[in-house]
C-alpha cells in the first residue's frame, strides 16, 4: 500500500474493523517513512457488472454515480456521514447480490427509491423528481399522494 502523503510503499496496519455488517474492511495505516496516518476500505468486487441504460447502452457499473446521485439527494438532511456510508453500502450490496452481468438502470433507481423512501421522505422525492423525470407540478403531487397510503 502506497502512502497517500510521501508515495512510500511500506506501511503498517495499526487497526482493522468491520463496517457496513462485515462487507468492508476498514484498516487504519502509518507510513514507516513519515508516519502519517491513513484509513484504508476494502471491499469483495463480485463481478464485473453493465448497466444497461434507457437508450439501450451499455456502460460499466460505477458506483460512484450513484453514490453522487444519493448525496445529491440528502445534501442539507439531518443525516450523518456515517449513515450515508452504511445506506450506500447497503444499496451497493443488493445490487451486486443479484449476481447477473448486466442490470438497467431503471432497476438501480428502483433500489434506491425503495430505500430512500425508508430513510428521508425529503430525499426521497429529490431522488423521484430526477429519476423519474417530473416535468410538473402535478407530478410532484401525485408522488406526495403516494405517502398518504
Do not use: H, W
Not at 12 to 37: F, Q, Y
Not at 77 to 99: D, L
Amino acid at each position: 500500500m502506497n502512502c497517500p502523503f510521501c508515495n512510500n510503499t511500506e506501511t503498517k496496519v495499526i487497526d482493522s474493523r468491520e463496517t457496513n455488517e462485515g462487507k468492508i474492511t476498514r484498516r487504519r495505516r502509518e507510513c514507516l517513512k513519515c508516519s502519517s496516518r491513513f484509513s484504508t476500505y476494502e471491499e469483495i468486487e463480485l463481478l464485473r457488472l453493465s448497466v444497461i441504460k434507457k437508450n439501450g447502452t451499455r456502460v460499466e457499473y460505477d458506483k460512484s454515480k450513484i453514490e453522487a446521485g444519493i448525496r445529491k439527494a440528502l445534501e442539507k438532511r439531518p443525516i450523518n456521514e456515517e449513515k450515508i456510508s452504511q445506506f450506500i453500502g447497503e444499496i451497493e450490496y443488493e445490487i451486486r447480490t443479484k449476481e447477473k452481468p448486466e442490470i438497467t438502470s431503471r432497476e438501480i433507481g428502483k433500489i434506491i427509491l425503495k430505500k430512500l423512501r425508508l430513510l428521508d421522505e425529503v430525499a426521497y422525492v429529490r431522488f423521484a423528481s430526477v429519476y423519474k423525470s417530473f416535468g410538473s407540478i402535478e407530478s410532484f403531487k401525485k408522488e406526495l399522494d403516494t405517502f398518504d397510503k
